[in-house]
């Protein structure tokens, strides 16, 4: 299908890109990988007058260690996000849901600010960043730069704290202490579709064994990614156990409604969530242990 009419501008500067969004305000859309924007454009359901491409933009691209986290600039490709050793080493969630984001091809363009700002509530790396407590860094010429707490920023379906004028930069995770194991599990249809469940689970043991901290964020079964603190809270403290998971899964897949669609039910949804949760605690858990 062909994309609907558009005004194309390719800024070179931060500051280019900020003066186009405060001229044109909602009737701007920023364009980083297009791995989101581009269907949507192409299906009518967005019908922007201006597309702002920020991919000339110098410095949005880098992974850096900074202060406690590891910073992705708001173009850092996912391929890029999955490969680098820096991921890998301090933030082993993230580096275990890229791989999980559709194929290679849309890896090598999609980028990590684009899919959060997108805030997709079956995608991946917004479960990542609520689970992590990451933070987006945005910016406006009228009021500068501004961090946003994951938290805080998943507000809807496709539907974010940003203002009509911000544009993400950068996106700011925690790194993982010491004795701390990430896993992302999902089930799709097939591989690179997108999630019918999904979770982003993350572990943290003390020097006895027991467990410290642990995050559990499901995709895929409400407007936003959802964050199950209950589920957390019965961790905390225990021995890591078959029970104790059990537990926690019962309990994260409780109260849940998501809507069903042409790929399942609700109640199907549903179980798939304690499936994935049960999975991939255990899994979390174990390279914990190793960490």
């Given at each position: 299908?062909k994309?609907?009419?558009f005004?194309?501008?390719?800024?070179?500067?931060?500051?280019?890109?900020?003066?186009?969004?405060?001229?044109?305000?909602?009737?701007a859309?920023?364009?980083a990988?297009?791995?989101?924007?581009v269907?949507?454009?192409?299906?009518r359901?967005a019908?922007?007058?201006v597309?702002?491409?920020?991919?000339?933009?110098?410095?949005?691209?880098?992974?850096?260690?900074?202060?406690?986290t590891?910073?992705?600039g708001?173009?850092?490709?996912e391929h890029?996000?999955?490969t680098s050793?820096?991921?890998?080493?301090?933030?082993?969630?993230?580096?275990?849901a890229?791989p999980l984001i559709?194929?290679?091809?849309?890896?090598?363009?999609?980028?990590?600010?684009?899919?959060?700002?997108?805030a997709?509530?079956?995608?991946?790396?917004?479960?990542?960043a609520?689970?992590?407590?990451?933070?987006?860094?945005?910016?406006?010429a009228a009021?500068g730069t501004?961090?946003?707490?994951?938290?805080?920023?998943?507000q809807?379906?496709?539907?974010t704290?940003?203002e009509?004028d911000?544009?993400?930069?950068?996106?700011r995770f925690?790194?993982?202490?010491?004795?701390?194991?990430?896993?992302?599990?999902?089930v799709?249809?097939?591989?690179?579709?997108?999630?019918?469940?999904?979770?982003a689970?993350?572990?943290?043991?003390d020097?006895?064994?027991?467990?410290?901290?642990?995050r559990?964020?499901?995709?895929?079964?409400?407007?936003?990614p959802?964050?199950?603190?209950k589920a957390?809270?019965?961790?905390?403290g225990?021995v890591?156990?078959?029970a104790v998971?059990?537990?926690?899964?019962?309990?994260?897949?409780?109260?849940?409604?998501?809507a069903?669609?042409?790929h399942?039910?609700?109640?199907y949804?549903?179980?798939l969530?304690?499936?994935?949760?049960?999975r991939?605690?255990?899994k979390?858990?174990?390279?914990?242990?190793?960490?």
């Amino acid at each position: 299908m062909k994309l609907p009419p558009f005004d194309y501008r390719a800024p070179r500067s931060m500051d280019e890109v900020l003066s186009l969004l405060a001229e044109h305000g909602g009737d701007a859309k920023v364009i980083a990988g297009g791995q989101s924007l581009v269907p949507l454009l192409a299906l009518r359901m967005a019908r922007p007058a201006v597309v702002v491409d920020i991919g000339r933009v110098p410095g949005l691209g880098e992974l850096e260690v900074d202060d406690g986290t590891v910073v992705a600039g708001a173009m850092t490709r996912e391929h890029a996000a999955e490969t680098s050793p820096l991921v890998r080493q301090h933030v082993p969630l993230l580096a275990d849901a890229m791989p999980l984001i559709g194929h290679p091809a849309i890896r090598c363009r999609g980028t990590v600010g684009g899919t959060i700002a997108h805030a997709d509530p079956a995608a991946e790396a917004p479960a990542v960043a609520l689970a992590l407590d990451a933070e987006i860094v945005a910016r406006s010429a009228a009021r500068g730069t501004r961090t946003i707490a994951a938290a805080e920023f998943f507000q809807g379906f496709l539907t974010t704290a940003l203002e009509e004028d911000e544009a993400v930069t950068q996106v700011r995770f925690p790194i993982a202490a010491p004795r701390t194991g990430g896993c992302f599990d999902e089930v799709a249809r097939r591989h690179g579709d997108f999630a019918i469940a999904g979770v982003a689970t993350q572990v943290r043991l003390d020097e006895h064994g027991r467990i410290e901290d642990a995050r559990i964020v499901l995709i895929g079964v409400s407007d936003v990614p959802l964050r199950r603190s209950k589920a957390e809270q019965l961790l905390r403290g225990q021995v890591p156990t078959a029970a104790v998971f059990d537990a926690a899964a019962d309990a994260a897949a409780a109260d849940l409604a998501p809507a069903p669609d042409l790929h399942g039910s609700s109640a199907y949804r549903v179980h798939l969530a304690r499936v994935v949760v049960r999975r991939a605690l255990d899994k979390a858990a174990q390279r914990a242990e190793t960490a």
